[in-house]
């Protein structure tokens, strides 16, 4: 990677504009820059890596779901589970219906206009 000099372009994410563009370098340490200044609304702001940051939606939702997480119990430990003996002769006695119901025939809903 190239050393950055100043007024050089880069892509950053502006906070005020909330979106990722062309920024120039407005100072440096080393050979990292420091601040940036978006070229179109000019805002000056520290350097974000191209970094979007979470949103605040985002970051109450993570915490409400730790939250819940650290209150939950942790799950019982199962030991095997209990073999129920199975019956050698089946349990209903009644033979089964092959036959179906006929299906009662569709009601037709009544028509909103009145006969003259």
């Not at 050393?3 to 340490?29: A, E, M, P, Q, W």
């Not at 006695?93 to 299906?103: H, Y």
């Amino acid at each position: 990677m190239r050393d950055f000099r100043l007024g050089d372009v880069l892509d950053d994410y502006c906070v005020k504009c909330r979106r990722l563009t062309n920024h120039s370098i407005v100072s440096l340490i080393g050979a990292k820059a420091a601040k940036v200044r978006f070229r179109t609304c000019y805002s000056d702001h520290d350097y974000r890596n191209e970094q979007i940051p979470p949103s605040k939606k985002d970051l109450k939702k993570a915490a409400l779901f730790n939250q819940v997480l650290a209150g939950a119990a942790p799950p019982p430990v199962a030991g095997p589970l209990p073999v129920e003996p199975v019956p050698a002769e089946p349990l209903a006695t009644e033979p089964l219906a092959t036959e179906r119901a006929p299906d009662p025939a569709p009601v037709r809903p009544k028509s909103g206009r009145k006969k003259a």
